[in-house]
């Protein structure tokens, strides 16, 4: 069974992805880095990079995930932020904690290709 599979599919995948976006865009710290953005697009796009790298079915087929986000100037800290996030959305959902590790093991893989490289530490 993949992880997709373990998980329960597309329609599990979307209300976990539904509720971590909503999140993300209602966030005191990183929601600023998604006024204008349009929300429902970037659920979609999020499903889609799960499920590739969780062997489910959908491909992503957005934009280049490194100069898209290379370019919001994000800091070390934001992005942290972002996998906090996701590690309360995945409990809520009990996510099988195999599974998280790895989906959350994925996204910190992420880090030094989204950020700037400055932290937010003083």
């Known amino acids: 069974m993949t992880d997709w599979e373990a998980i329960g599919g597309e329609p599990a995948v979307s209300a976990i992805m539904d509720a971590f976006v909503d999140r993300m865009f209602d966030d005191m710290i990183v929601g600023f880095l998604f006024q204008g953005k349009d929300r429902d697009g970037i659920k979609r796009h999020e499903v889609a990079l799960v499920s590739s790298h969780m062997d489910g079915p959908l ?3 957005g934009r280049p995930l490194v100069s898209l986000h290379r370019g919001l100037k994000i800091n070390r800290g934001q992005f942290r ?23 959350i093991a994925f996204d910190e893989r992420l880090i030094d290709s989204f950020t700037d490289g400055t932290d937010c530490v003083g």
């Not at 932020?81 to 989906?103: G, H, M, N, Q, Y």
């Open 59 to 61: 491909a992503y087929e």
């Open 81 to 103: 932020r972002r996998i906090a996030l996701l590690k309360l959305t995945l409990e809520r959902f009990a996510v099988p904690p195999d599974v998280a590790a790895r989906w």
